[in-house]
């Protein structure tokens, strides 16, 4: 079975991109994703989940909270059929992520290699009309407008593994918290 390991985003984070998610939905009638909003980190093949939980604790150990940028373009993800907002700058996360997947790979763990170019937040679901139009154009759909400057940068203070499956109680596995500053 696939798990999947992601960055959650504070409240005061989420609350923003839950207001651009309804303003966006609302404007081209799409509809809304039903997970949390976060960022993919690992793609995690049966893991044995002792041996994983103490590796993700020690690799997390010396990480803080941090801040990522986030475009503020929404993309079309033409495989998933998703809308996303790209994360751009992404050091300290690009460095949590490959710290996490050196380690998990080098004992043993079956993985998805795909953290680096996967970092986007998943807005909403696309229709059809978004699809079309963006068909023949670049991956560029939308550019949000917004005065707030705080959207450049979104705070995440979590990482968590989820169980990809439609029971949002069970979805969640393990949360692993950040460092406060």
């Given amino acids: 079975m696939k798990y999947h390991l992601v960055a959650l985003f504070d409240d005061k984070s989420n609350d923003f991109i839950t207001s651009t ?6 404007k081209y009638k799409l509809y809304k994703t039903n997970q949390k909003f976060h960022i993919p980190i690992q793609t995690i093949i049966n893991p044995d989940m002792d041996k994983f939980n103490k590796i993700v604790l020690d690799t997390l150990a010396p990480y803080k909270k941090f801040k990522v940028q986030v475009s503020p373009n929404l993309y079309l993800d033409k495989s998933s059929k998703t809308l996303n907002l790209k994360v751009q700058n992404k050091g300290y996360i690009i460095r949590i992520a490959r ?14 290699n795909d953290y680096e170019k996967n970092l986007q937040i998943y807005i909403a679901n696309s229709n059809y009309t978004i ?7 670049s991956t560029i759909a ?24 439609n029971n949002k109680k069970e979805i969640l596995i393990k949360s692993y918290p950040l460092r406060e500053y």
Avoid: M, V
């Fill in 21 to 26: 998610q309804q303003k966006l939905c609302k």
């Fill in 99 to 112: 710290n996490i997947t050196d380690t998990l790979s080098l004992s043993g763990f079956t993985l998805k």
């Fill in 131 to 137: 699809r079309k139009s963006l068909s023949n154009e």
């Fill in 142 to 165: 939308l550019t949000t407008k917004t005065e707030n400057s705080d959207y450049n940068f979104a705070k995440i203070n979590r990482l968590e593994l989820w169980k990809p499956i």
